[in-house]
């Protein structure tokens, strides 16, 4: 029967070698860089998301520079086309396959396109994503920013690494990263829809990693903080914090390509998570703090809590009168 417990010998010698690697490719990454990024990427075919712009426009150059073969997708055209221009000019090799990944049927084109193209993806980098801050009162009547965020972050994502992952399991090779942010140990207010989209994300990519560990396919997430991208120019309040520059971000990409660790998180990221297992009421009531003390703006048909409280007195005291009546 299907529900049965059947058993088996895993493989455990597969479990040294990837140790064996860990390390080599750890220190590579810390002394040689450069050698180490080439060796990792020349002759491999790359699918890289949200390439128009921002980390992903700077990152396609590195690649190419490095050697490898890459596949730029986005919205735009025009932009894919003249940053592939770029690197061919420059000796390298990229292709461009525009598309609007929260269409679930453009994502499986393109990977159908992509393997007719160039008969494997190597190395899949999920980039690309949608970012809304508002806060949850101001989204009652507004289910879709959940909708919009979970289709291009979390569905969009996983569709391409799920047409992607067949082949990578019949060669033994293959690696996916999957961009994710701080936010996820930080839990910042106003960004419910974002971070959903990121904790299922990285919920995904842990037990792929887990199921995957016996064989040569890689997995890992990069929790990046703010960056300085086209992505957070629309809020003002990002304009005056301490962010990574895109430089920074692409080399933080980098360093995954080469050691292919399970994740990347800085030092913010690794203090916000103690503080919520360590101190979670504290951790909880030092972002509310924060929550509370900037303004943000209702939207023109938002009713407050206050409002509400008082509509539901005046009712209460009519159906009172009626009932005294």
Known sequence: MANDIKLRLPRLRPYAARLKNHWVWNAKSVLTPGQALRERV??????????????????????????????????????????AHAIQQRGGKAA???????????CDR?????????????????NAGRSIRRSIKFTYQR??????TMQLNYLASIRLAMNLLPGMEARDDGHIINVSTVGVQANPARFSAYLASKWALEGWTWVAANEFAHTGVRFSS???????????????????????????????????IITQNKRKLGIFGKGALAMYYLLPKTSESIVNL???????????????SKVRRGQAANSADRDAERYRG
């Open 42 to 83: 020349t002759g491999k075919v790359i699918l890289l998301t949200g390439a128009s712009s921002g980390i992903g426009e700077q990152l396609a150059d590195r690649l190419a520079d490095a050697g490898a073969t890459l596949l730029l997708v986005a919205r735009n055209r025009d932009k894919l086309d003249a940053i």
């Open 96 to 106: 461009v396959y525009p598309a609007d990944l929260t269409d679930l049927d453009a």
């Open 290 to 304: 924060s929550y509370q003390s900037i303004f943000e703006e209702p939207p023109a048909n938002y009713v407050s």
């Open 143 to 148: 289910f879709h920013d959940y909708e919009r």
């Open 110 to 126: 393109l990977c159908e396109q992509a393997l007719q193209d160039h008969g494997r993806v190597d190395i899949l980098i999920n």
């Open 222 to 256: 990069i929790n990046y903080p703010l960056v300085r991208t086209p992505m957070i120019a629309p809020t003002k309040i990002y304009q005056y914090l301490p962010v990574m520059s895109p430089e920074t971000a692409v080399d933080w990409m980098l360093d995954v």
